[in-house]
């Protein structure tokens, strides 16, 4: 019930603080956007995280993981969202790997779920597309029968590193019209399979997403995730549990940001004192702090829901709680940390800008505040 | 732990048998508390509750034995505040002698001041009031003027308070004097201990834009108060002024928590707006309920993770400054929803063509524009968070 880290926890912070600024830094995150590489990671630090536990930390310890909880992800995520860490860990950690731990057979989850750990799989969700704007079971997508397997064919955009996930889960219609809640089925597909292609999309904040299309790509019977059908369900329960991996992330995004700032008003000069002195300043400086401690409340109240094994309604609906209102305190926060830095906040020189790219593109990820703040309306019957 | 369980028991067993059945029903306003007193007049089960817990101390749960309170260990008197929440019931007795004089007392009172004072306050006799406020001394409550000269074994008050809280239903007043005038403001303050029947003590309500008059004027002329009466020692009454502005701000927040119940405004929406498709036909006006109920719950688990960091040990900050700012400021957006979901049936003062509740709610509205004033505006509490906690330049 505790809102509060243990020691355990505290130590696990220090050990990925430590990480994420002594191998990681700003500067690394300005040269990989600059270098253009679609892979848009460190592989490296990837393989080190790996051996740190860090990407099997929910994983159940039969498959190799940690069996820790989401609070103890929480702190990581936090942690890497400090450094804006690109590594893949929304991807193949909160997403693929959730999606076979929640609807894998046993021999998909034997498969896949030690080589997540072991920093050998990447993996990704593949459910997005043009018209589905933030609603997952908006899928145009669709999966025909063919020869006791499947043909899929359809376009998803803006898939999270779909260029280095060797398998994409993907969501397809095989039954009903578009918008119809039942009739979507989950697909593991092997990002090498005939028929789909990946196309670089550039985002604001430089990390690595896909267009993938779907030209009757053939699987097997064996590739349905979950029942066919019933897709929907099971995507909205992994997008749930990415969602409250993200909020932390953000929370750390914003953290930073809002440190960034406040030691920019306590250093720039301006009329012969520090610009923290102005009452202006100190009281929207006050206000951020005060959203911020609303922020981090959510995201801890969300990852708690999911340790405590709440129902899934509960667990969506403190998800989110969580999102919307760490969507909105990001974006305050790299408003107001552009603003307060002035001039040189504008420039590209300067990192605050890469706070409220990041910022955007979070917020729109997994839905947007507004989309939330209806979804937490539908699901308390009003 | 066994012994705790069996405290359980026996406290579940007290209440059930002992709490009369309308001390279960939920509050309206904080006028239907038990506020004690010697002008008070209320309902006989109120006062038959108030009389039976009394005498327990239960009252006060964790003050002292020795001066009429519980003597409970705290995780016992959580216990009894967990097993009171699950019947339901209301407390008691409320006011500031239980939330703040009476702390203070026990912590910086003389040992005579502690006997004549606490075991009242249990008891509930009597009800006391809050002398900070002047006229010329608002957010800079330390340029306090009201002047307390000593003359022999008393001191003589002269000076005006305003904002006195239920000035004309307490019995007792802590008043912050002057004390000396050649001393830095916060330095000759001293805090003392009033009789409201003393002669020279005059109380004019005060009243507000929402029609009623918490609120009073005290004027102070000649009034003598003996110097046994100073809390602490003279010209040290800063120091406890501000310990106890931290406990005005944190029980403003509670106090607007135990009055919103929290499908209120979903109803208020399903009635005034209607429903399309079970669902409340104005988009917009729905997704600013949605808003202000997602805060208060953001808000909810900010407070009990302050409360789980007080227990793991960690000093508590200054979080009643952040509490007092969001909880009025939120407070305040939701009575401005309810009166913008009432729509014109919010405009009523008084008469036919509106309900009690309606009339009600439009006053509360206006009353809850001074959340952001009293006990330290909002504008204070964002000065003292970026001073203390975010450590910017004067």
Same mark, same amino acid.
């Given at each position: 019930?505790?809102?509060?880290?243990?020691?355990?926890?505290?130590?696990?912070?220090?050990?990925?603080?430590?990480?994420?600024?002594?191998?990681?830094?700003?500067?690394?995150?300005?040269?990989?956007?600059?270098?253009?590489?679609?892979?848009?990671?460190?592989?490296?630090?990837?393989?080190?995280?790996?051996?740190?536990?860090?990407?099997?930390?929910?994983?159940?310890?039969?498959?190799?993981?940690?069996?820790?909880?989401?609070?103890?992800?929480?702190?990581?995520?936090?942690?890497? @969202?400090?450094?804006?860490?690109?590594?893949?860990?929304?991807?193949?950690?909160?997403?693929?790997?959730?999606?076979? &731990?929640?609807?894998?057979?046993?021999?998909?989850?034997?498969?896949?779920?030690?080589?997540?750990?072991?920093?050998?799989?990447?993996?990704?969700?593949? +459910?997005?597309?043009?018209?589905?704007?933030?609603?997952?079971?908006?899928?145009?997508?669709?999966?025909?029968?063919?020869?006791?397997? +499947?043909?899929?064919?359809?376009?998803?955009?803006?898939?999270?590193?779909?260029?280095?996930?060797?398998?994409?889960?993907?969501?397809?219609?095989?039954?009903?019209?578009?918008? %119809?809640?039942?009739?979507?089925?989950?697909?593991?597909?092997?990002?090498?399979?005939?028929?789909?292609?990946?196309?670089?999309?550039?985002?604001?904040?430089?990390?690595?997403?896909?267009?993938?299309?779907?030209? @009757?790509?053939?699987? @097997?019977? %064996?590739?349905?995730?979950?029942?066919? %059908?019933?897709?929907?369900?099971?995507?909205?329960?992994?997008?749930?549990?990415?969602?409250? @991996?993200?909020?932390?992330?953000?929370?750390?995004?914003?953290?930073?940001?809002?440190?960034?700032?406040?030691?920019? &008003?306590?250093?720039?000069?301006?009329?012969?004192?520090?610009?923290?002195?102005?009452?202006?300043?100190?009281?929207?400086?006050?206000?951020?702090?005060?959203?911020?401690?609303?922020?981090?409340?959510?995201?801890?109240?969300?990852?708690?829901?999911?340790?405590?094994?709440?129902?899934?309604?509960?667990?969506?609906?403190?998800?989110?709680?969580?999102?919307?209102?760490?969507?909105?305190?990001?974006?305050?926060?790299?408003?107001?940390?552009?603003?307060?830095?002035?001039?040189?906040?504008?420039?590209?020189?300067?990192?605050?800008?890469?706070?409220?790219?990041?910022?955007?593109?979070?917020?729109?990820?997994?839905?947007?505040?507004?989309?939330?703040? %209806?979804?937490?309306?539908?699901?308390?019957?009003? | 732990?066994?012994?705790?369980?069996?405290?359980?028991?026996?406290?579940?067993?007290?209440?059930?048998?002992?709490?009369? $059945?309308?001390?279960?029903?939920?509050?309206?306003?904080?006028?239907?508390?038990?506020?004690?007193?010697?002008?008070?007049?209320?309902?006989?089960?109120?006062?038959?509750?108030?009389?039976?817990?009394?005498?327990?101390?239960?009252?006060?749960?964790?003050?002292?034995?020795?001066?009429?309170?519980?003597?409970?260990?705290?995780?016992?008197?959580?216990?009894?505040?967990?097993?009171?929440?699950?019947?339901?019931?209301?407390? $008691? #007795?409320?006011?500031?002698?239980?939330?703040?004089?009476?702390?203070?007392?026990?912590?910086?009172?003389?040992?005579?001041?502690?006997? $004549?004072?606490?075991?009242?306050?249990?008891?509930?006799?009597?009800?006391?009031?809050?002398?900070?406020?002047?006229?010329?001394?608002?957010?800079?409550?330390?340029?306090?003027?009201?002047?307390?000269?000593?003359?022999?074994?008393?001191?003589?008050?002269?000076? !005006?308070?305003?904002?006195?809280?239920?000035?004309?239903?307490?019995?007792?007043?802590?008043?912050?004097?002057?004390?000396?005038?050649?001393?830095?403001?916060?330095?000759?303050?001293?805090?003392? #201990?009033?009789?409201?029947?003393?002669?020279?003590?005059?109380?004019?309500?005060?009243? #507000?834009?929402?029609?009623?008059?918490?609120?009073?004027?005290?004027?102070?002329?000649?009034?003598?108060?003996?110097? !046994?009466?100073?809390?602490?020692?003279?010209?040290?009454?800063?120091?406890?002024?501000?310990?106890?502005?931290?406990?005005?701000?944190?029980?403003?927040?509670?106090?607007?928590?135990?009055?919103?119940?929290?499908?209120?405004?979903?109803?208020?929406?399903?009635?005034?707006?209607?429903?399309?498709?079970?669902?409340?036909?104005?988009?917009?006006?729905?997704?600013?309920?949605?808003?202000?109920?997602?805060?208060?719950?953001?808000?909810?688990?900010?407070? $009990?993770?302050?409360?789980?960091?007080?227990?793991?040990?960690?000093?508590?900050?200054?979080?009643?400054?952040?509490?007092?700012?969001?909880?009025?400021?939120?407070?305040?957006?939701?009575?401005?929803?309810?009166?913008?979901?009432?729509?014109?049936?919010?405009?009523?003062?008084?008469?036919?063509?509106?309900?009690?509740?309606?009339?009600?709610?439009?006053?509360?509205?206006?009353?809850?524009?001074?959340?952001?004033?009293?006990?330290?505006?909002?504008?204070? !509490?964002?000065?003292?968070?970026?001073?203390?906690?975010?450590?910017?330049?004067?």
């Amino acid at each position: 019930m505790d809102l509060v880290l243990t020691e355990e926890q505290q130590l696990l912070q220090a050990t990925v603080r430590e990480f994420v600024t002594g191998r990681s830094s700003l500067k690394r995150i300005r040269q990989l956007r600059d270098a253009d590489d679609p892979t848009g990671f460190s592989p490296e630090l990837w393989a080190e995280m790996a051996r740190l536990g860090w990407l099997g930390i929910v994983l159940p310890v039969e498959h190799d993981g940690l069996g820790l909880g989401y609070l103890d992800l929480l702190v990581v995520m936090e942690e890497l @969202g400090r450094g804006l860490m690109p590594e893949p860990m929304l991807s193949t950690v909160l997403l693929g790997a959730n999606a076979i &731990l929640l609807g894998g057979s046993a021999a998909q989850r034997a498969a896949h779920l030690p080589a997540v750990a072991a920093g050998e799989r990447l993996l990704t969700v593949a +459910w997005q597309e043009s018209r589905s704007r933030h609603a997952p079971t908006h899928v145009e997508t669709h999966a025909r029968p063919a020869g006791g397997g +499947w043909t899929l064919a359809g376009e998803k955009i803006q898939v999270l590193d779909a260029h280095s996930a060797q398998f994409l889960v993907v969501s397809a219609r095989t039954r009903g019209e578009a918008r %119809d809640r039942e009739g979507v089925t989950l697909f593991l597909v092997p990002r090498d399979a005939a028929g789909l292609r990946v196309e670089r999309q550039q985002r604001l904040d430089a990390r690595s997403v896909g267009l993938v299309t779907l030209d @009757g790509v053939r699987v @097997g019977p %064996d590739a349905v995730l979950g029942e066919a %059908d019933a897709g929907a369900a099971l995507l909205a329960r992994v997008l749930d549990r990415a969602t409250v @991996g993200l909020v932390a992330e953000m929370l750390g995004g914003m953290t930073a940001a809002f440190e960034m700032t406040l030691d920019y &008003l306590k250093s720039r000069q301006q009329f012969g004192v520090p610009i923290g002195s102005f009452q202006a300043l100190k009281h929207r400086a006050a206000k951020l702090y005060v959203e911020l401690q609303l922020a981090r409340s959510a995201a801890m109240a969300a990852a708690r829901a999911v340790d405590e094994g709440r129902d899934d309604k509960t667990i969506a609906r403190v998800a989110s709680i969580a999102k919307a209102r760490c969507s909105d305190t990001f974006m305050l926060i790299g408003y107001e940390g552009v603003q307060m830095h002035g001039g040189i906040g504008m420039t590209d020189e300067h990192d605050i800008g890469f706070f409220l790219k990041r910022a955007r593109v979070a917020e729109m990820t997994f839905g947007d505040a507004t989309w939330h703040r %209806d979804r937490v309306a539908r699901l308390d019957g009003y | 732990m066994a012994d705790l369980e069996s405290f359980r028991d026996e406290t579940r067993r007290w209440l059930t048998a002992n709490a009369p $059945a309308s001390m279960r029903e939920p509050l309206r306003n904080p006028d239907d508390l038990c506020w004690g007193g010697r002008k008070g007049k209320y309902p006989a089960d109120v006062t038959r509750w108030l009389d039976v817990m009394a005498e327990r101390g239960w009252t006060a749960p964790t003050w002292p034995r020795e001066y009429g309170g519980g003597g409970l260990s705290k995780q016992e008197a959580k216990v009894l505040a967990e097993e009171m929440g699950k019947l339901r019931l209301r407390p $008691a #007795l409320t006011g500031f002698g239980l939330s703040m004089i009476g702390p203070l007392l026990l912590q910086e009172g003389s040992e005579e001041l502690k006997r $004549a004072h606490i075991p009242a306050i249990v008891q509930g006799q009597i009800r006391w009031c809050q002398g900070y406020s002047e006229p010329g001394a608002g957010s800079d409550l330390a340029s306090l003027q009201t002047k307390a000269v000593r003359d022999g074994d008393v001191f003589v008050l002269n000076g !005006q308070k305003v904002w006195t809280s239920y000035g004309d239903k307490a019995d007792w007043m802590f008043i912050l004097v002057r004390t000396d005038f050649e001393a830095p403001k916060h330095g000759g303050i001293t805090f003392l #201990l009033m009789d409201m029947e003393s002669p020279g003590v005059t109380v004019r309500p005060i009243k #507000l834009i929402s029609g009623s008059s918490p609120f009073c004027e005290t004027f102070l002329s000649d009034v003598r108060v003996p110097v !046994q009466n100073v809390v602490g020692r003279a010209n040290d009454g800063w120091r406890l002024a501000k310990a106890l502005l931290g406990h005005e701000r944190t029980m403003i927040a509670d106090v607007f928590k135990e009055r919103d119940d929290s499908r209120r405004l979903v109803e208020m929406a399903r009635r005034y707006l209607g429903e399309t498709d079970g669902r409340v036909s104005d988009a917009r006006l729905r997704d600013r309920v949605t808003q202000v109920e997602m805060d208060q719950q953001c808000l909810d688990w900010t407070l $009990a993770r302050s409360r789980d960091n007080a227990k793991a040990g960690h000093r508590p900050g200054p979080e009643s400054s952040i509490f007092k700012y969001y909880g009025t400021e939120l407070n305040q957006r939701r009575r401005d929803l309810m009166v913008s979901l009432m729509g014109p049936q919010g405009l009523g003062w008084e008469g036919p063509g509106f309900r009690e509740d309606e009339l009600r709610l439009t006053r509360d509205w206006l009353r809850s524009r001074g959340n952001t004033i009293e006990g330290g505006t909002s504008e204070v !509490q964002l000065n003292i968070i970026a001073k203390r906690v975010l450590g910017l330049p004067d």
